[in-house]
């Protein structure tokens, strides 16, 4: 089973769809936080816990990254490399969420060792299945990686 | 032929003497012979101590003479017509002898020929090449005549050619003419050898020097059309990025601002339901329904540009699963308007891309159920025929039809013969299959008439 506070790190620019996507989880009654990060860089350094993120408290390790791939800064793909490159954090599991079914993009995505790739769904109803889909396999079924320091 | 004539004359020299003298002797033998026979006749009849020893005699003798005056002439008209013959072989050498002359001295190739180290010959066009006089050439060795920076490397090739005896077939090499112009020449050997020994070399050259100078010229030429083919791909290449660029950012940046306009349309009337009136839901689903043909019209639009950029490549592919699999997908709209689809089974094989062909046959099926008159029971069929190694896949329904006017306008991108409201659609589907079925190498069409449903079909090739 999954880590008793589970929380959410959305990399989204678009402040339209972070809306939506918190609508959603308040519509699915996900009472657990929801960091968001509004380009590449910033979720390199909320990860790493650099400046303003070293408070661990405020600011804790995800059980889940949701991840954008066209970002400002820093494309989703930079950040997965990124990420997939450091020791302590190479096992967090990431879920794209896009736009894009471009069958480029999404090949990339899974070369790069993503977990999952979704694309955003147009109406909010999809986007309710969708984020239900994402509590029910991500943060309850899925059985979380220990995270090396 | 002209060595022929040349022996038989050879032959001949001994014959002749031989003739003179015969000639010589008969003609005493004829002078002598009468005399005998006066001096005989007078002896046996007119003297009257003739024996009969001596008229033995005189018969000997004439017996003799006789027969030796016969085979003399015998002899001689052999031998004359041995001299005739020789006669007629000269006058044949001498016409042999004018003709190749004629051939050498007006050969469109210049020719020398050396005997013994010595030029023997030198025709006409040979003076022209090299521009010099036939006295002057007559002088001159293919090492004098080369252009100087030719000099070494043919010192290095005739030097083999003493040590090893093989004599090269060919050669090229710049020239400088007497008046100091240069010419690229080409120089063809051909040797007459007695065992190790030449007898003879004949040089033929050609001037080649405007051949060369056009194989430079398309040289060059290709050079610049491979590099004007080299920019233009890079161009290409270049627009082709953009282009690929700005479907990403059709994909990505276009649908972000109406997955708003939608989820939050979806929000407004989800949560604020008791603050509109009628209208106002009304308004909100306007809103939405907007947004839900925008999308499709991008969905459609990316995926009519990704057949343009994506490879597609062939296979063999039971039609039968890919039918099944674009039934299934329409499975609630065939519910919905209470369809009836037949297929005739079994369906063959084709050379194609699944995915591609699911997409085909979904747009022509989806048609066919959407096109029929309002209150009408769609009645779809479908099949397959074979002929000269292609399977042509029919589709028939009993719907509106087509007029042929508008047998062209219906495979145009965004072409729409019908307003949304009767017929929702983006007029891409139609769009869509021609070019699909174009990149896996096959034809699409169809026969109808307005009011009298349409049949299409597609052709793929069976192998």
């Known amino acids: 089973m999954s880590s008793v506070h589970p929380n959410i790190l959305l990399v989204e620019d678009d402040p339209n769809d972070v809306l939506l996507i918190k609508r959603a989880f308040r519509k699915i009654n996900f009472s657990h936080p929801l960091q968001v990060v509004e380009d590449g860089e910033e979720a390199v350094a909320y990860l790493a816990g650099q400046s303003l993120y070293v408070d661990r408290e405020r600011y804790p390790l995800p059980s889940l990254i949701l991840l954008d791939i066209k970002l400002p800064r820093k494309s989703g793909f930079e950040v997965l490399d990124w990420l997939r490159k450091q020791p302590a954090l190479k096992r967090l599991p990431v879920v794209v969420v896009t736009s894009s079914r471009d069958s480029i993009d999404i090949n990339r995505a899974y070369d790069l060792y993503a977990n999952s790739y979704l694309v955003k769904p147009f109406n909010f109803n999809d986007w309710l299945e969708m984020v239900e889909a994402l509590n029910i396999y991500w943060l309850t079924l899925n059985e979380d990686p220990d995270l090396e320091f | ?463």
């Open chain 2, 1 to 463: 032929m002209g060595f022929n004539l040349i022996e038989l004359l050879l032959k001949n020299i001994k014959q002749l003497k031989e003739f003179w003298v015969i000639s010589i002797i008969t003609i005493i033998v004829m002078v002598l012979a009468p005399l005998i026979i006066f001096f005989g006749i007078t002896l046996i009849f007119f003297q009257e101590y003739a024996e009969w020893k001596l008229a033995m005699l005189f018969i000997a003798c004439l017996i003799i003479f006789i027969s030796f005056s016969f085979f003399s002439l015998l002899r001689w008209r052999e031998l004359r017509q041995v001299i005739n013959q020789r006669e007629k072989t000269k006058v044949e050498l001498k016409k042999s002898e004018e003709r190749f002359r004629r051939m050498a001295d007006n050969s469109q190739d210049g020719l020398r020929i050396i005997e013994k180290g010595k030029i023997v010959y030198i025709n006409k066009r040979a003076c022209e090449i090299f521009g010099f006089s036939k006295e002057e050439l007559s002088r001159l060795s293919s090492s004098n005549l080369a252009a100087p920076e030719e000099r070494k490397h043919l010192k290095v090739i005739f030097d083999e050619a003493e040590r090893t005896g093989e004599q090269p077939k060919e050669l090229r090499f710049w020239i400088v003419q007497k008046d100091g112009s240069r010419r690229y020449i080409q120089n063809r050997y051909s040797l007459a050898k007695k065992g190790n020994d030449i007898i003879n070399k004949f040089i033929f050259t050609t001037d080649i020097t405007n051949l060369m100078r056009a194989a430079e010229e398309l040289k060059k030429h290709r050079h610049h059309l491979e590099e004007l083919v080299e920019e233009r791909t890079d161009q290409l290449k270049e627009i082709n990025e953009e282009l690929e660029s700005f479907t990403h950012s059709v994909s990505h940046d276009l649908r972000a601002p109406l997955r708003a306009i939608r989820g939050f349309s979806d929000a407004l009337a989800e949560d604020f339901t008791d603050n509109l009136n009628s209208e106002g839901h009304e308004y909100i689903n306007r809103i939405a329904s907007a947004a839900d043909r925008m999308d499709s019209l991008i969905n459609d639009l990316l995926s009519y540009s990704k057949l343009n950029r994506e490879e597609i490549k062939s296979q063999l592919i039971d039609l039968g699963p890919v039918v099944k699999n674009v039934l299934s997908q329409l499975e609630d709209e065939i519910k919905k308007k209470k369809a009836q689809v037949s297929i005739e089974e079994p369906l063959p094989c084709i050379l194609g891309h699944r995915s591609t062909l699911i997409q085909v046959i979904m747009n022509i099926l989806s048609n066919a159920l959407k096109f029929v008159s309002p209150g009408v029971r769609p009645r779809v069929r479908l099949w397959s025929e074979e002929s000269n190694n292609v399977i042509r896949l029919f589709v028939e329904d009993n719907g509106i039809g087509i007029d042929p006017e508008h047998r062209e306008r219906v495979f145009q991108v965004f072409e729409r013969l019908h307003g949304s409201e009767t017929y929702p659609g983006t007029g891409i589907g139609l769009a869509i299959v021609r070019k699909s079925i174009k990149r896996m190498g096959g034809q699409v069409g169809f026969d109808s008439n307005l009011g009298q449903g349409s049949k299409f079909w597609i052709e793929l090739p069976k192998q």
